[in-house]
């Protein structure tokens, strides 16, 4: 896995374990666009979700990591944003599946879901798992059409 600009970014549900992730990606050799959040403190998650989507399309980054209590309203956000194919993962399998079939180039992890075991492994596998083309192109290439 060669070393890429990733983008993270949570709410406050997620700020525990974004920060144990961006710990995992700088060990990996990554560089990394923090986005915040800065702490706990209560915030809107459609605003974090927003920025990292734009990192995406602006080419800042070329993958992203969203954290929230389920990770569901973050990867809604950001998936308003035509380049960007975010993914609630919950495992290895998951994580895996995204990018081989659906070129997943964000994920989303739910902090009230899954443990941080469990988060770091879906991370590495993310990062790892190349899309398979093929006969999934097409229907990725639908993905990002207005």
Known sequence: MSAQTIAIASDHAGFDLKELLK???RAAGHQIVDLGTASAASVDYPDFGSAL???IRDGRAGRGVLVCGTGIGIAIAANREPAVRAAVVHDSTSAR??????DANVIALGARLVGSEVAKDCLRVFLETPFEGGRHAPRVAKLSTR
């Open 53 to 55: 989507a734009r990192e």
């Open 23 to 25: 710990g995992e990606l």
């Open 97 to 102: 599946l995204a990018r081989q079939h659906n």
